[in-house]
């Protein structure tokens, strides 16, 4: 067995241990649109959640006293986002990492609230799986580093240097990249399909079957947040969108010459400043 069928079948045998899907968030996904009222039973049940909605609720200015009201003047998808982004981000602990976990939770929340927007403006079919793809989508990166610390780290140095994609330097050194992991730990959550396959496919949109426009979309508001310095996934390669992405991009008509993106750009930066997920100003 060559090294890096060991790395993969470490890589797998790790995944019988990882963390079972949070409560809170398996019943999230189980949500219909505007269940205001299962909403605020499920967040209700979770006082450090509850806590969190309302930091965050009122770090905007909303003067938000009770669940209740954070969902009326945040609307039913907003609280819902930031509760599945609080539950999911306490999935994994990791003591002594050399990597900033703040910054890569907050590229992964940045790139789900990128992708609610773009969805919002361009397909609106896509909004309901927005946030969630977009949050969970490097979540493989966390299984690495849990697992496979030193040797993602190494990944992580190799895409800078060089500099290339960090999917590139995690399957030289690895055998397996984020992606692929991130869509292990679906299956092993029982995520939708969808999700999965933006998790896996979103550095390789060619290869995307079930859902292509939501991997696309997921791509695309990973560029953007590496483009806005929004958070740090740990790739160091430079933020270009690829032909395929440009192309099924097209179908929706962006345009992406920097001078036509501004708009977008600007409305991004307005909703990231309001979490401080970005320097942009």
């Not at 996904?29 to 909403?39: A, D, G, I, R, V």
């Not at 927005?130 to 969970?136: M, N, W, Y």
Request: contains cysteine; glycine residues 6%; proline residues 4%.
């Amino acid at each position: 067995m060559t090294v890096q069928a060991e790395y993969i079948k470490k890589v797998t045998q790790s995944l019988i241990s990882l963390p079972t899907l949070p409560t809170v968030a398996a019943q999230l996904f189980e949500l219909s649109n505007n269940e205001k009222k299962s909403l605020e039973q499920i967040i209700s049940s979770d006082p450090v959640l509850t806590a969190r909605l309302l930091k965050i609720s009122n770090s905007r200015g909303e003067a938000v006293t009770g669940i209740h009201s954070a969902v009326s003047k945040l609307g039913f998808e907003q609280v819902k986002d930031i509760s599945m982004e609080a539950s999911m981000s306490g999935v994994f602990e990791l003591k002594d990492s050399k990597i900033d976990l703040q910054k890569f939770w907050d590229h992964c929340s940045a790139a789900g609230i990128v992708a609610r927007i773009v969805a919002q403006e361009y397909e609106p079919s896509l909004a309901h799986d927005a946030f969630t793809a977009g949050l969970l989508h490097d979540i493989g990166k966390i299984v690495l580093l849990q697992y496979m610390g030193n040797e993602f780290e190494q990944a992580i140095l190799l895409s800078k240097d060089r500099p290339c994609e960090l999917c590139v330097a995690e399957k030289e050194l690895l055998g397996v990249d984020h992606g692929q992991i991130g869509a292990w730990l679906a299956e092993n959550w029982r995520l939708p399909r969808s999700i999965s396959e933006a998790m896996q496919y979103h550095h390789d949109l060619s290869r995307a079957e079930i859902n292509r426009p939501l991997v696309a979309l997921v791509s695309f508001a990973d560029v953007l947040c590496r483009i806005l310095s929004a958070g740090d996934g740990g790739n160091h390669a430079p933020p270009i969108f690829s032909a395929e992405l440009a192309y099924e991009l097209g179908k929706w008509n962006i345009n992406l010459e920097m001078n036509a993106l501004q708009p977008l750009m600007l409305k991004c930066i307005d909703e990231l400043n309001k979490r401080n997920l970005t320097q942009y100003v």
